[in-house]
């Protein structure tokens, strides 16, 4: 837990899954990668699927991304690696957050891994929302991507994540840069998908303090640096669509970054967050690993 400012910030996991090694990290060579993260017998690493819950100071509680979900059939699980079901509504049960409480649902994405957490199957085998209440918001751009997949991007959009939160009028597509909870701001990051977004949480008042460094500011990055070794500026991963345009995302965020001395949370790292520097070439590094 991690007060910034007026706002509580808490990560949960929405559970583990494997990925290639390879594809995770682009054009860097495993001899180089596999120095910094472990493999299992397939190439595969183990990644978390952290999910952020914001309760700000005006009584909203939101919550970025939801994991994998439960939909997936066993050779599906296989395939991902994924060990556990019912991951993300026991960790919030831990927290003691009920899905009901939920206001607001933000997905940088609508890639699976992201959104499948935010619909479940029920006892008659029906598609439905896990969270009732919630508005569920990504960039204009995403949605429609992912209504129109092509064949790089098919196999991370699927149907049935997107057309139940639509069909029960919780989808709600921004443009850019939008407020969307009290402090809770929605930023367009391109490169992973053209529709990517990250969310910045801005603690404003004058208590509390956002830990080392004294800064007020979070940015949860998403799949823009989905680990703290993506935090070098040219590991980035074969999945991204427009790699360039990761680069420059990465390049501006990180930036601000290091100069606001922000925390920035990982998508898909076991470590939650990082305070940034540069090294001696002036290139972004990690300063130290933060636990919220
Ligand atoms: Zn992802």
């Known amino acids: 837990m991690l007060q910034l400012g007026e706002h509580r910030l808490r990560m949960v996991s929405g559970g583990d899954f494997r990925l290639d090694g390879g594809a995770m990290h682009g054009v860097v060579p495993k001899t180089i990668w596999s120095r910094l993260v472990g493999c299992d017998e397939h190439n595969r690493v183990t990644y978390s699927t952290n999910c952020l819950v914001v309760d700000t100071p005006g009584g909203e509680r939101v919550l970025v991304e939801t994991g994998n979900g439960d939909k997936f059939s066993a050779k599906e699980r296989a395939i991902y690696g994924i060990e556990q079901q019912g991951c993300l509504l026991r960790a919030l049960a831990a927290e003691s957050i009920a899905p009901e409480s939920i206001d607001v649902v933000i997905m940088t994405h609508l890639h699976f891994d992201h959104v499948g957490g935010a619909v479940r199957r029920d006892d008659g085998g029906a598609l439905a929302p896990v969270f009732p209440r919630a508005r569920h918001v990504v960039q204009r751009r995403e949605l429609e991507d992912a209504l129109h997949p092509h064949e790089r991007n098919r196999a991370s959009y699927l149907i049935e994540n997107i057309e139940p939160l639509l069909a029960a009028g919780r989808l709600e597509a921004v443009d850019g840069e939008v407020e969307v909870a009290r402090g809770v701001t929605v930023v ?105």
């Open 188 to 292: 367009p990051t391109p490169g992973h998908t053209q529709g990517h977004q990250s969310v910045r949480i801005d603690g404003g008042g004058d208590g509390g303090g956002g830990g080392a460094g004294g800064g007020r500011r979070a940015l949860f990055l998403g799949d823009v640096v989905p680990t703290a070794v993506h935090v070098r500026l040219p590991f980035i991963m074969a999945y991204d669509l427009d790699v360039v345009a990761t680069l420059e995302s990465k390049r501006a965020v990180l930036a601000q970054a290091i100069d606001e001395d922000w925390l920035v949370l990982f998508g898909h790292d076991k470590r939650h967050g990082a305070r940034l520097g540069r090294d001696d070439k002036g290139a972004p590094m990690v300063r130290e690993l933060v636990d919220i």
